[in-house]
């Protein structure tokens, strides 16, 4: 059975408005608090970034970006439900500069560069490796990935860890290519 998910935004223009999702069985929405803490990381770093999320789910990241100074948001989601909450709370909430597609976080159009991604892939899928290789060629010079992981997975060379926390099974790390 699904879970219900009630997020709201935690910062910025948009500070405590709740994201409407639908109920899917598997979605593992960022946790406020993991949330709280990478934004802490990204202070006054957002200001004018152009965001990539590339596996979006409930869109909480990005629509956290937009909200504390991101210019511009590409999201992308797979499941049609998703993808059309998200595309609806971008109209809504009237974020012309967020663009959410339907697809596949490894083969979707990408409009780089890009000046922060998010990668936080369903977990035990082997996603999250190929994303990374996916994303490089569109990342901006000083770009940072937020990467949200499970406890055995090792990051890849060629990228660099610049901060690391966990929450529970949930492993962030912010990054950059080595």
Known sequence: MANPVNLRIIAGTHRGRRIQV??????????SRVRETLFNWLQGWLDGARVLDAFAGTGALGLEALSRGAAHLDAIEQDKRLA????????????ANGH?????????ALNGPYDLVFLDPPFRQGLLEPALERIRPVLAAD???AIEHEPDWTLPGG???LKSTRAGQEHLKLIEPA
């Open 22 to 31: 639908p109920e899917r069985e598997g979605l593992r929405p960022t946790p």
């Open 84 to 95: 059309a909450a998200l595309s609806q709370t971008l109209i809504d909430w009237d974020l």
């Open 100 to 108: 959410c597609q339907r697809g596949s976080g490894l083969s979707a």
């Open 143 to 145: 770009a940072l990935v």
């Open 159 to 161: 990228w660099s860890v």
